[in-house]
């Protein structure tokens, strides 16, 4: 396995930060008000009127994490054109070949959080047979109508997807959206769909925990080694795994730490 670090810069992969996107930068407007009666109102109650609230009570798991992955998703659909214009250009030849030259001609590749699609192009000229998903409809239409690749509407964790059917699943910069207690499912999702020596390419931002960016945006980080295990752990054999510290963004590129990987399927 080849695990080196290195220092780079002017790769766009991670849109996320791009200044470019000074118009994204406003807080999502999908963000709800709290209903009456949450929780969260509750809090904003006087002293003596919570006082029958439990110190621990919480907005329960699963709603927070519908509403958690509800803002990142309204995120890309209310800024879709002016995220498509900001990462359209961005270069991302060198990590597509160093994929593609591990699979076979003509293979089947999905790529998993297409965004606007700028991948699904390349990977469609480069002659693969190219799908496209997104969760958020406005990117999907527009990855369709620029690549000219099948795309569908889907979520990384319930892939809409046959099994056993790719050759090749292409990850830029999308699974690092998850929950960390949904990347288990997601990495199991891949593998089900990935033929067996099939190819997971996936880039995850480095580091540790998992916060809200100030856009609204939920971003899992993870170390090398913690990245490594869940993919072993998914049944997918790290063949390539890389740390780097990359300048992304413009037109100030802010240092921004990234894993990229590349890992077979158990046959
Ligand atoms: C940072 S962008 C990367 C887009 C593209 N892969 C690229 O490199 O330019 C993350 C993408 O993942 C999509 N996404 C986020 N959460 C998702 C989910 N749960 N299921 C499917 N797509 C998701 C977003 O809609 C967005 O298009």
Known sequence: MNTRTRHVTAWGGNPARSKSHGSLSEPPSGHHPPRRGSPAEANDM??????????????????????????????????????????????????????????????????????????????????????????????????RHRSDCPVVIGDLRHLPLASERFDGAWASASLLHLGREDIGQALAEICRILK????????????????????????????????????????????????????????APVPTAWITSIARRDS
């Open 46 to 143: 006087q002293p003596s009127e919570t006082s029958f609230i439990s110190k621990r009570l919480r907005i329960p798991r699963q709603a927070a994490v519908r509403e958690r992955d509800a803002l990142t998703r309204r995120f890309y659909e209310i800024n879709a054109t002016t995220y498509a214009e900001a990462t359209w250009r961005l270069s991302m030849d060198e990590l597509l070949s160093n994929f593609t030259a591990r699979l076979p001609s003509g293979a089947t590749v999905v790529d998993l959080g297409c965004g606007a699609g700028r991948d699904l192009k390349s990977l469609a000229d480069r002659g693969f047979f190219a799908v496209g998903l997104d969760v958020a409809a406005p990117l999907a239409h527009i990855a």
């Open 196 to 251: 067996p020596d099939g190819l997971l390419f996936a880039s995850m931002k480095a580091g540790r925990g998992e916060r809200a960016d100030e856009r609204g945006r939920w971003f899992s980080y993870y170390g090398v080694d913690e990245w490594r295990s869940l993919l072993e752990d998914a049944g997918l054999a790290p063949i390539l795994l890389e740390s780097s510290v990359q300048s992304t963004g413009t037109p």
